[in-house]
């Protein structure tokens, strides 16, 4: 290899502004998106336990896009 086809590591920071700010960026979006996830999760598993403690037996249809049984089949399949 010659000096002209060669890169030099030295030439760019890893710790710039621009990379930080996306590092950033993708923890508090992911952040986020973890909380609604875990209160759907929550409100599934409180509705379970509640609908079995008062014994009701409904079936209920819920078709909405929040629904945490069919994000976890839009993520399966």
């Known amino acids: 290899m010659t000096y002209a086809?060669?890169?030099?590591?030295?030439?760019?920071?890893?710790?710039?502004?621009?990379t930080l700010l996306e590092a950033f960026r993708f923890l508090i979006v992911n952040s986020i998106l973890?909380?609604?996830f875990?209160?759907?999760t929550?409100?599934?598993?409180?509705?379970a336990t509640f609908s079995?403690?008062?014994?009701i037996t409904?079936?209920?249809?819920?078709?909405?896009?929040w629904n945490i049984?069919?994000?976890l089949n839009k993520v399966i399949s």
Not at 42 to 47: H, N, Q, S, T, V
Request: hydrophobic residues 35%.
């Open 69 to 71: 049984k069919t994000l």
């Open 38 to 40: 875990l209160f759907l």
């Open 58 to 65: 409904d079936k209920i249809i819920d078709e909405t896009s």
């Open 34 to 36: 973890a909380c609604i």
């Open 5 to 18: 086809t060669t890169y030099s590591y030295s030439d760019r920071n890893i710790f710039d502004l621009k």
């Open 52 to 55: 079995y403690r008062e014994r």
């Open 42 to 47: 929550l409100e599934e598993l409180e509705w």
